[in-house]
């Protein structure tokens, strides 16, 4: 199993850049494709990015946030990330890093089929 902690959130102007991290730990962090969720209270919570697993060249946004918003990871650093440019008040939201097993599985922006996540980091862009 892996394990996920986020960080990097935290207030921002309107326009402005924010980066995320999730570091990994507990399992072999390549094999695993990863994702990047969304919430608000009272919401449920949102695919917003996700790379494959390995290289992570393959990668998934939500439309929302393409053109926004880089996901990329670092294998050797098990570190996975978010780069949120040109933030808008709609992106205020609880932003978690979650985790599935690659090999076998094609990708998904589904909650239910990715089984590790981290607690979260708050973003909150002013407005």
């Known amino acids: 199993q892996v394990q996920l902690v986020e960080s990097g959130g935290g207030l921002v102007e309107v326009g402005g850049s924010l980066r995320l991290f999730c570091a990994a730990s507990?399992?072999?962090?390549?094999?695993?494709?990863m994702g990047w969720f969304r919430q608000e209270p009272g919401k449920e919570r949102e695919f917003v990015a996700a790379?494959?697993?390995?290289?992570?060249?393959?990668?998934y946004y939500a439309d929302s946030v393409k053109g926004r918003f880089t996901v990329s990871r670092d294998n050797p650093k098990n570190t996975f990330y978010l780069q949120m440019n040109s933030l808008k008040p709609e992106d205020t939201a609880a932003y978690y890093c979650?985790?599935?097993?690659?090999?076998?599985?094609?990708?998904?922006?589904?909650?239910?089929?990715?089984?590790?996540w981290g607690q979260g980091t708050q973003v909150t862009v002013s407005s």
């Open positions: 979650a985790a599935r097993w690659g090999p076998l599985n094609t990708h998904t922006t589904h909650t239910t089929q990715y089984p590790y």
């Open positions: 790379v494959d697993w390995s290289s992570g060249r393959s990668t």
């Open positions: 507990g399992g072999t962090f390549s094999y695993y494709a």
